[in-house]
């Protein structure tokens, strides 16, 4: 049940572009999207919650497909400070599943 | 301020000991969520609980449990049943509603088994 992401892992320098993929196999209703840094817990990016609807948040946003059942995440002109691990998270039931994880790494 | 405390920051436990790891919240949320971490891997469920005496298994359930005999409380109990205990455990909670909610952290308990 638990969403696929991909890359597992990338290295930018610091300005360059990014995205984050996160695909299911089961229907999705919303997705969300979390930071971590080592050692620390989530913190969380955003919400989306309807089919196509694409969400910002400064230089990250984020796009919901249902009928693809996908996600992706937008890091545009990435900064030092976007260096972490990022999981989607969907809902299944009542449960709430994360993703694999990518990690990302700016480098300046 | 409101959130979510878990204690201890750090636990070593003797191969063979239980321990129970601590979570409180006071954001009034109904949904409350125990994590296993490992090194470089993803989140995954221990059990979760909607709602005050329920709780439900997720999908690494076995050598753990939970009790939710107060809202803004979900103790968890690593037992000695758990073959490989030693991960990073994060607590969260959310206003459970027609759809969950972000999720709200505590700071994580990094328990090792010596």
């Known amino acids: 049940q638990q969403p696929v992401q991909s890359p597992q892992a990338v290295i930018l320098r610091e300005g360059e572009d990014a995205v984050i993929n996160c695909s299911s196999s089961?229907?999705?209703?919303?997705v969300h999207w979390y930071r971590q840094k080592h050692g620390e817990a989530p913190v969380f990016l955003m919400i989306l919650l309807k089919g196509g609807e694409q969400k910002g948040h400064e230089k990250i946003s984020a796009s919901f497909n249902e009928k693809k059942q996908q996600s992706s995440l937008y890091l545009t002109a990435s900064q030092l400070s976007y260096s972490g691990t990022y999981f989607c998270?969907?809902?299944?039931?009542?449960?709430?599943?994360f993703g694999t994880g990518t990690s990302l790494t700016v480098i300046p | 301020d409101g959130g979510i405390t878990q204690s201890p920051k750090y636990l070593f436990r003797k191969e063979g000991q239980n321990v129970t790891l601590s979570c409180e919240q006071n954001?009034?949320?109904?949904?409350m969520y125990w994590y296993r971490q490992d090194p470089g891997q993803g989140l995954r469920l221990i059990y979760y609980s909607q709602i005050v005496n329920d709780f439900q298994k997720g999908d690494i359930a076995e050598g753990y449990s939970v009790s939710r005999e107060k809202k803004e409380s979900f103790p968890l109990t690593v037992t000695s049943a758990q073959k490989n205990p030693t991960a990073f455990y994060l607590c969260a909670s959310t206003p459970w509603g027609v759809q969950p909610g972000e999720l709200f952290f505590g700071e994580g308990s990094r328990l090792t088994v010596l």
């Open positions: 998270g969907t809902e299944g039931g009542n449960q709430f599943y």
């Open positions: 089961k229907a999705l209703y919303s």
């Open positions: 954001l009034n949320h109904d949904a």
